[in-house]
């Protein structure tokens, strides 16, 4: 019996191994008695480990991000699930800020870039150098930066500009009503 499960341990992968003991090592955490994820045990089970990673370090809130959100859940908490500002913003706003920053890594902004634009060209200025003349260049990461900072700003007026349809923010089409006076 110890050379057929030494022979399966060695043809075992070793992701497999160190997927079951980051998953255990979650797990644990998820259990504690002050953890901000109190997921059952089936629930813990079943998700994947990054969920069961933003869960225990953001709450059960991440738990709906995922189930609503699916893979843009996943690339938003690997990417800014440490940084404070993003934290602070899911704190108090809730889940569904994710596809609001996705919508934004995914599309970009032209309001965005014709701001950096102008603030590179003024820098420049600034500093002396002549100003040059393109667009600036923002990668899609910052862009889910610049949306965190707006959300941090204007919170719900800004989630106000979005409706999640399957779990996609799109963006909401405005119409400016004129009042008219009637005399």
Same mark, same amino acid.
């Given at each position: ?31 504690r008695d002050d953890t901000r994820c109190p997921l059952s045990s ?9 969920? #069961? ?5 953001? &709450? =059960? ?8 959100? *699916?893979?843009?859940? /996943? ?38 870039? #014709? ?5 590179? &060209? =003024? ?8 100003? *040059?003349?393109?667009? /600036? ?8 930066l610049i949306a965190i900072h707006e959300l941090k700003d204007r919170?719900?007026?800004m989630l106000s500009e979005f409706e999640i349809v399957d779990g ?16």
């Amino acid at each position: 019996m110890a050379i057929v499960l030494t022979l399966r341990w060695e043809w075992l992968e070793p992701h497999h191994f160190e997927d079951d003991v980051m998953r255990a090592a979650l797990a644990e955490e998820v259990r504690r008695d002050d953890t901000r994820c109190p997921l059952s045990s089936k629930a813990v089970e079943q998700a994947r480990p990054w969920v #069961l990673a933003a869960c225990a370090a953001g &709450g =059960l809130g991440w738990h709906e991000a995922a189930a609503k959100y *699916g893979d843009d859940a /996943a690339r938003v908490f690997l990417v800014y699930g440490e940084d404070a500002d993003f934290v602070e913003v899911f704190d108090r706003l809730g889940h569904p800020v994710v596809p609001v920053i996705a919508y934004f890594v995914k599309n970009g902004s032209s309001q965005y870039l #014709l701001q950096e634009t102008v603030g590179q &060209g =003024l820098s420049s200025l600034w500093d002396d150098r002549q100003m *040059g003349f393109g667009l /600036a260049q923002i990668s899609p990461e910052q862009y889910g930066l610049i949306a965190i900072h707006e959300l941090k700003d204007r919170g719900h007026e800004m989630l106000s500009e979005f409706e999640i349809v399957d779990g996609t923010a799109v963006r909401r089409q405005f119409t400016a009503r004129c009042l008219v006076r009637r005399t």
